[in-house]
Structures are given as C-alpha cells and as structure tokens.
C-alpha cells in the first residue's frame, strides 16, 4: 500500500468524467488501498479516484464507523435537506456552506463483486454525495450558498 498524491483545484483530473470499473482485478483492490491510505493520513473523511489522478468510478469513506469501498456507486434514493460547512482535501484550507439531502440510498459494488446497497442519514449522507459528485468531475465549491 501506498500514499498517493492528492490533485489539488486547478487541475484538470478533478473535472473529468470517471468510467465504470468493468473488472475488479489487483489493481483496482490496490486502489481501494491506497485511497483509504492516503485518506487516512490526510485527515479526510473521503476520497474518489479521481483525486489520486484515477479516472474511474471508485470512493472510499469513513466518517467515523469505519472504512466504506464502493466501486460504481450510485445515488438511487435521496430525501430530506440538509445546508452545512463542507471542506475538500482537494481544497485545501477552504469550507463553504452546501445544501445536500439529508438522507440517501446508495448501490454500489464492493471489492468482491457484490452488488451492495447503504443508506445514510446527516454526515454520512453528506460524505456520499460529495464523493459521488467527484466521480462526475463536480466539486462542493460548485454548490455552495450564498453566505
């Protein structure tokens, strides 16, 4: 396993599109790793492929109850409102106010080809959207309020 390097605002990987990950082989498991690795040892609660300069459908996130691997997730159900302080380890030293929902159903697979399916209230919720808008070259500053 190993630390990768953070893409920072400005660079073009972090508003490309991802493609799916048609097979979960070494080197997608290798990802899983080093993403939750390197998340990990920047303080962060999420990361996406796309911000280690990989352009494929793949986030980790763990707000506090530990490490969650989704590989092609989608949001499938979201409900409810939600306005608070978001930050980016690919924006550093910067937060804003967005509005996301305040509950969503994700389907995914995981790293043994499962089809898997989460839900999450309030932080968590907050933690999918914003990883899942990585994967479609969407960053929070795109969605912040009006202070």
Excluded: W
């Excluded at 508003?15 to 082989?25: L, M, N, P, S």
């Amino acid at each position: 396993m190993a630390l990768r390097r953070i893409a920072q605002i400005g660079e073009s990987v972090l508003r490309k599109q991802t493609r799916a990950v048609e097979v979960i082989d070494d080197r997608i498991i290798e990802l899983l790793e080093d993403m939750a690795d390197t998340m990990y040892d920047a303080d962060g609660v999420g990361l996406a492929a796309p911000q280690v300069g990989v352009l494929k459908k793949v986030v980790v996130i763990d707000v506090g109850e530990g490490l969650i691997e989704l590989i092609n997730p989608e949001i499938i159900e979201a409900s409810g409102e939600q306005i608070d302080d978001e930050g980016c380890l690919s924006v550093e030293g910067e937060s804003g106010l967005v509005r996301r929902p305040d509950f969503v159903r994700v389907r995914a697979t995981n790293r043994h080809g499962q089809e898997i399916e989460m839900m999450g209230r309030g932080f968590l919720a907050r933690a999918f959207c914003h990883e899942i808008d990585h994967l479609s070259g969407i960053l929070y500053v795109d969605k912040l309020e009006e202070e």
